[in-house]
């Protein structure tokens, strides 16, 4: 093969694989393009200002009513039901795992949580609906069927993997002399831990907790199954809610024609969705790029 | 007691409050698992899994959902596998520092987070609508791939950043050009690397029930696929479905279809720890 051919070749096939990298930029794209379209075609009949600041939220009614509220407060609710879970307990297990558990027990237990992470959300739906709510309600007599304590409950234990992993790398990456120094100075374990080793891994734990919301607020299943379809302004867990996110499933399930304004709400809804998780995924790393440059 | 004493108590407090706080997740996960079972393993049987949903519960079976499953996730794999790893490579071996890789790479990250029910909405208007693929398998199965791509990418980049630079410099000393080099020297070191990554993120993908339900999936599919531009359903759309009724005996259907699905994972994910073991030296 001639010297001139092989260079071809080689420019070929990197462009081929430069394109390949490049078809990521289209799904953004994508993505932003097709929820702008319905959106701004939404906007056209239902006013910016009514649809995020109104506190009714009928669509599918006679009465329409498009304010976005009451979706919003049932995500809230939820997503702060699963970060009270996913917070403690996945910073406890980070810091159980990363400064006092012996190499044996780390070498069994990650690859559990690992196995928690990866059970399908629809199964944790199941969970929530069928175990934990009739559990709960032997505790709470006024919990009803679908409420927002039981799926938030289970998304937590959703997430807890996550906030784990993520808070056991910024422990990691806390420099070792700083739990020397600590150390030498007659400090427990405890004090070392309280006191030097989270202080210092802050900012990397910030970075998952921001994360670990937005997860929390775009997981769709669970809600979708147990936490009901009843849009509705509350911060009472014990009630049906509707999240963004199951109203989104609920409408897709149904027969709704395109192009119909019922339709729209969804690109309306999903997009208001997609700009809060991007907005909290780009604090997220931000957050966890400045912990790396303080210890780099 | 003395602030010796108090301070060997709160180590001891903490320690315990840690060890607590791992078993939680530890016992949840077992305490789900045990439900499940409990729930559905009597419904399973091989009427079960070759037959078709029914109107009545005891007749109902997860054939088609299962065919479904198999042939979409099977199309996902040929979708997003070559785009991912291709990505991946220019990512790794071509990119360097320069400012488009740096783009790519704060876009994949980010495309990582997107809550997948908007994949759904993104195959709904793209796929479903303007390229009017339908409610069809090829509609599905360009949607998930599109959900998996960001997590192939990272996890073979991950695969290829572990293959050792001494080798490619002994490569580029022979005289070889760049792509000869990954061709014949990166890529087979890092080959069972990338595939138990790429098992793994396909196996995250079988469960995935939000961006089918968006996309417009059915929920009630008599018939299995026979092609790429059938209507289809799987088998989480299935389970979301049979939990959706209010009969109990429907409930012990999702249960049992829930255990066809984890078996399912388990299969895939023990293959992938198989491949793990073996090529790790």
């Known amino acids: 093969m001639s010297r001139r051919r092989r260079d071809l070749i080689e420019r070929a096939i990197e462009w081929a694989l430069r394109a390949c990298a490049g078809l990521s930029i289209l799904v953004t794209f994508g993505i932003v393009s097709v929820l702008a379209f319905e959106t701004v075609q939404f906007f056209r009949e239902v006013s910016p200002f009514e649809f995020l600041f109104g506190t009714v939220w009928t669509p599918l009614f006679f009465q329409k009513s498009f304010g976005v509220l009451p979706l919003v407060a049932g995500t809230l609710l939820v997503s702060a039901i699963a970060m009270t879970v996913a917070m403690p307990a996945g910073l406890l297990t980070a810091v159980y795992l990363s400064e006092y558990a012996p190499a044996r027990v780390r070498r069994i237990v990650k690859p559990v949580l690992e196995v928690l992470a990866g059970v399908p959300t629809v199964v944790y739906g199941y969970f929530a609906l069928l175990f934990v709510t009739p559990l709960l309600q032997r505790a709470i007599p006024g919990l009803s069927g679908f409420n927002a304590l039981s799926p938030g409950l289970v998304m937590g234990i959703m997430i807890l993997p996550m906030v784990s992993s993520l808070c056991e790398d910024a422990l990691h990456g806390v420099p070792r002399g700083l739990r020397e120094a600590a150390y030498a100075l007659g400090a427990t374990k405890m004090q070392t831990t309280t006191r030097v080793v989270l202080p210092a891994a802050l900012s990397g734990i910030s970075a998952a907790s921001i994360l670990a919301a937005s997860r929390a607020i775009g997981e769709t299943m669970i809600v979708a199954i147990a936490a009901g379809q009843q849009p509705r302004l509350t911060a009472n867990p014990l009630v049906p809610v509707e999240t963004m996110t199951a109203y989104i499933v609920q409408i897709s399930l149904g027969d709704t024609p395109a192009g119909t304004l019922a339709y729209r709400t969804i690109f309306a809804v999903g997009m208001l969705l997609f700009v809060s998780t991007l907005l909290l995924n780009l604090a997220s790393n931000w957050l966890r790029e400045r912990f790396r440059e303080e210890y780099a | ?281």
Do not use: C
């Open chain 2, 1 to 281: 007691m003395s602030r010796r004493q108090r301070n060997r108590l709160l180590d001891v407090a903490l320690h315990g409050a840690g060890l607590t706080a791992t078993l939680l997740g530890l016992v949840v996960l077992a305490v789900l698992l045990f439900d499940i079972f409990s729930d559905g393993f009597g419904r399973i049987s091989w009427d079960f899994l070759t037959s078709f949903p029914s109107r009545r519960a005891e007749n109902a079976g997860i054939y088609a959902a299962l065919l479904g499953t198999v042939w979409v996730i099977t199309l996902t794999a040929l979708l997003a596998v070559p785009i991912g790893v291709a990505a991946a490579i220019y990512l790794e071996e071509y990119g360097g520092r320069g400012r488009w890789s740096r783009v790519v790479e704060i876009n994949i990250t980010n495309l990582a987070g997107v809550p997948s029910v908007i994949y759904g909405l993104l195959g709904l208007g793209l796929f479903v609508r303007t390229l009017a693929l339908g409610r069809s398998v090829i509609a599905g199965a360009a949607t998930l791939a599109l959900v998996a791509l960001p997590v192939v990418i990272l996890s073979s980049r991950e695969a290829l950043r572990a293959v050792s630079p001494a080798l490619r410099e002994a490569s580029y000393a022979l005289g070889a050009t760049k792509w000869q080099t990954i061709w014949h020297q990166v890529l087979p070191v890092a080959f069972p690397g990338i595939l138990t990554g790429l098992i793994l993120a396909l196996s995250r993908t079988i469960g995935e029930t939000a961006p089918l339900i968006t996309m417009g999936a059915l929920t009630y599919v008599p018939f299995a696929p026979d092609g790429i531009w059938s209507a289809f359903t799987v088998v989480p759309i299935q389970v979301f479905n049979w939990v959706s009724r209010p009969q109990e005996a429907f409930l012990a259907n999702a249960a049992a279809g829930i255990i066809v699905l984890l078996a399912l994972l388990l299969v895939m994910n023990g293959f992938a720890a198989w491949l793990r073991d073996r090529y790790q030296q």
